[in-house]
């Protein structure tokens, strides 16, 4: 049981700047995801905590103690591999009690706990296998199984799904929640997956090029992006983005035409020129009189006074059905959108064919051109 | 089977017999040698003697020196604990050596390499000279300890790099994870590094053993009692400018040839499980 801290914390190799003054706390038995693209610095922000690597400015703290020089036995952590990283000379039950056995542990105690861990995660039947006369999954969860019977107040996973099929994934990511839930004690867990991301955190911290985008919840980032940056890397399809100029009361580009006094704009975003607005596939609807049979081009996107605050006129390009949805796949003057439609909203449309959209204002979101950052007042 | 792939088969099961053959008659040789009762010479194509006897052998192992006391179990001592010896202190040295070079960085670390192989590019003649002035200096000519020194220093540098080759193959996934179980690093060392490099070490130990087991240059050199010398060079005394005994030669051969030929077939798993290394993944 402990809480984890990072302090100002950067790691430099020679030049190469890989983690950029993170700051950021972890409650005592709270789930944190760090996540980002590859090549972000979330793997070194985890070893940094395991002490396989040490900062090169700032503290880091596990419960109450600065633990920068705290060589990793003595931290009190255990850390799940991508690779698993068994040992493939010992069996099953030999890996699970490799540390316990240099920890100097009694032997009853040892038994117990690995009849304890094995129980929990289904191995008892494999104890005496060695690792590769395991599937996977079972790998997997062995790797889990050693960092459990340690009983350590913080737990590490560096991607420990990635090299699992589809369906595995999504079994193991329940199961590391139901862990989580029995076990209660902080985890740090790095993904580059969004979906392990949003499941699985209480909290995200969501890095890039070694900074730290925006540390929130899952909605919090989903709904509330600090910048476009998150906006762009959670959600699938990606949000859609369109560079656009005030025009009056409007935001304005090419087929975009979105009323400024129906966003909730901060103080930058009332003297934004030039905005970058942002909207997802899902949020953008058909038109109502458009359904099924296309738009009657040019007066929909006009500004007249019974246009909705948000209109969008594209081309469709191509259709992606999915069962019950489809992604359009759309431009908007020179941006390629995707739009998600249900099929019976699509009826017979082709390549081709001139479509009009409209979004909720609540849905829309708008960024600064050259920073990236938000320019709305989230409320709720 | 159609007549083109029989062909075929036929054809390299030829080449395969004729490269055999061509390999094996001169050990056929020698044991037909060992076996007959004259020098041997004059036997034909056919190498098996008419009368086969084991004079040869009698006489090789029963043989005395100028005290009249019997010499071959010594030499034969001799070269057990030389060849033993090396291997054991090439494989204590390379082992922790290699593992170095492998894991760790230093200054001098490339250049120490090099070094190693360099060493390895000098035919063991050219060092026989300076290395017999060495041992002269260090008080260790015609005594084992010195001739153990030399066969461990030429056989170091093959061996660490053998081993390097093993150890970065290692991935370290499994050492940083031993060391997130509170392993030191003496003991990821010889807990997860040793084990898992075990076929490279076999090999490693049989080629050391091999070396020294069968090296004459610098052994002729270094020693020269009759009671210090190791079996290729009691062998080579067999043949001298004044007698040639080809007969006991060849029973020599014979029985010096045996225990290399005992320790491929007890680790010849290992030697394949070695040379196909790389393919086992953690």
New interface residues.
Partial sequence: MAQVRFAAVRKSFGDVHVVRGLDVEVADGEFLVVVGPSGCGKSTVLRLL?G?ETPSEGRIEIGDRVVNEVP??DRD???V???Y?????LTVRENLE??LR??RTPGDVIAARVDEAAEMLGLTPLLERLPKALSGGQRQRVAMG?AIV?RPSVFLFDEPLSNLDAALRAQMRVELKRLHRELATTMVYVTHDQVEAMTMADRILLLNEGIAQQIGTPDDLYFRPANRFVAAFLGSPRMNFVRAAREGDAFVAPGVRVATEALPLNAAGQAAGEVVLGVRPHDLRVRSGARGGGAPEGALVEASADAPPVTVRATLELLEPMGWEVNLHVRVGEEPFIVRAEVRDVGSWSPGQELAFTAAPADVRVFGVDDGACLLEYTG | MTPAPLLRQLGRQAALLAVSIVTLYPVLWVVGIALSADAGFGAGLWPWPEHPTLDNFRRVLGATDALGEPVFARQLLNSVVVAAATTLVGIVLSTTAAYGFSRFSFPGKEQGLQAFLITQMFPGVVMAIPLYILLDHLRLLDSLTGLTLVYATTAVPFCVWMLKGYFDTIPRDLEEAAIMDGASQWTLFTRIVLPLARPAIVVTALFSFMTAWNEFILAATFLNDERSVTLPVALQRHVDAFSTDWGAFAAGAVIVSLPVMALFFLLQKHLVGGLTAGGVKG
């Fill in positions: 395991a396989l990793p036995r952590v255990a850390m591999f991508q690779s990283a068994l040992y493939p000379h490799f540390g240099l920890a050693r340690r």
